[in-house]
């Protein structure tokens, strides 16, 4: 199995950006499917992105499109997101998360439920 690792949170001004590590060990990253979630104080975790595994194409939630990219580095065994023009509502805590096979379906690749593995996550704070 891979353990997941997340790295790169902080204390952040809206407006600000920030690029979050997702270090994989264990196994190789380039066997999964990567998922970003996120979850606010009070909320339900929500899907935030997914890549594939070749990276060749990836998803992002409708709210974070257009600020967030996705990416993954196989050689280094390592996926990031990188989260530019933050806002205040961005803030919870971030999760990664890994699938042993791709999909491209929004009914699956935005489940969590759909993902294997998990990492403890990392907080993002953005003060307004």
């Known amino acids: 199995q891979v353990q997941l690792v997340e790295s790169g949170g902080g204390l952040v001004q809206a407006g600000g950006s920030l690029r979050l590590s997702c270090a994989a060990s264990?196994?190789?990253?380039?066997?999964?499917?990567m998922g970003w979630f996120r979850q606010a104080p009070g909320k339900d975790r929500e899907f935030v992105g997914s890549i594939i595994r070749s990276g060749g194409l990836a998803y992002l939630a409708a709210s974070v499109k257009g600020r967030f990219t996705i990416s993954r580095d196989n050689a280094e065994n390592t996926a990031y997101l990188q989260m530019n023009s933050l806002k205040s509502d961005d803030t919870g805590v971030y999760f990664c998360?890994?699938?042993?096979?791709?999909?491209?379906?929004?009914?699956?690749?935005?489940?969590?439920?759909?993902?294997?593995?998990w990492g403890q996550g990392t907080q993002v704070t953005v003060s307004s």
């Open positions: 264990g196994r190789t990253l380039k066997n999964y499917q």
């Open positions: 998360a890994a699938r042993g096979t791709d999909c491209a379906n929004y009914g699956c690749y935005s489940m969590i439920n759909e993902y294997e593995y």
